[in-house]
T-cell receptor, first 114, second 114 residues
Framework: DAGITQSPRHKVTETGTPVTLRCHQT?????MYWYRQDPGHGLRLIHY???????DKGEVSDGYSVSRSKTEDFLLTLESATSSQTSVYFC?????????????FGPGTRLTVL | AQSVTQLDSQVPVFEEAPVELRCNYS??????LFWYVQYPNQGLQLLLK??????LVKSINGFEAEFNKSQTSFHLRKPSVHISDTAEYFC????????????FGSGTKLNVKP
């Protein structure tokens, strides 16, 4: 398994507060992704990164921002958390260009927004 | 954006029976296709993938999937399931527009009963 860790693993927060989730990888993979998983929706891409300081939006990016200042770290920030952002968040990495490599997933972060 | 449709949200099946989990995608350009498995409270793990070549791909634990370009399908099959196959299965696609963006289906929960 690729060395991907996510922190925190669980978080409860209140509406309106900012929240930052961290993804750390030890594989030196170029591509990193943030997904959210909700019942009936599967995984939906929030943002992804194709290199340090290079990021792009996914299909559900509103209300989220990301940063990647180092190859190994990819941060996801909820600027002002809302109850609709209660979800399980997964980070993933991909080592090769062209999407031909396997995506490796972290263990997930369960976020509850009250 | 691409779409991936998994027609069955839940599939109950008895142990040792065959199973088929269906997946259809919308892209008309070249695609890479994946099946991932998620066990409870874990991240996703790659089960098998189609990149090119033979349209029938197999996993080490007895699953197989066939790429059907004319029907834009990538159904997952296993001739005889085990209790340990109980999990949620996700179909995913990346396309010639951007092979580094992945689109997931909504998932199928396979429940194998004794």
């Amino acid at each position: 398994d690729a060395g991907i860790t996510q922190s925190p693993r669980h978080k409860v927060t209140e509406t309106g507060t900012p929240v930052t989730l961290r993804c750390h990888q030890t594989e030196n993979h170029r591509y990193m992704y943030w997904y959210r998983q909700d019942p009936g929706h599967g995984l939906r891409l929030i943002h992804y990164s194709y290199g340090v300081k290079d990021t792009d939006k996914g299909e559900v990016s509103d209300g989220y921002s990301v940063s990647r200042s180092k190859t190994e770290d990819f941060l996801l920030t909820l600027e002002s958390a809302t109850s609709s952002q209660t979800s399980v968040y997964f980070c993933a990495t991909n080592g090769l260009a062209g999407g031909t490599d396997t995506q490796y997933f972290g263990p997930g972060t369960r976020l509850t927004v009250l | 954006a691409q779409s991936v449709t998994q027609l069955d949200s839940q599939v109950p099946v008895f142990e040792e029976a065959p199973v088929e989990l269906r997946c259809n995608y919308s892209s008309s350009v070249s695609v890479y296709l994946f099946w991932y498995v998620q066990y409870p409270n874990q991240g996703l793990q790659l089960l098998l993938k189609y990149l090119s070549g033979s349209t029938l791909v197999k996993s080490i634990n007895g699953f197989e999937a066939e790429f059907n370009k004319s029907q834009t399908s990538f159904h997952l099959r296993k001739p005889s399931v085990h209790i340990s196959d109980t999990a949620e299965y996700f179909c995913a696609v990346s396309t010639g527009y951007n092979f580094n963006k992945f689109y997931f289906g909504s998932g199928t929960k396979l429940n194998v009963k004794p």
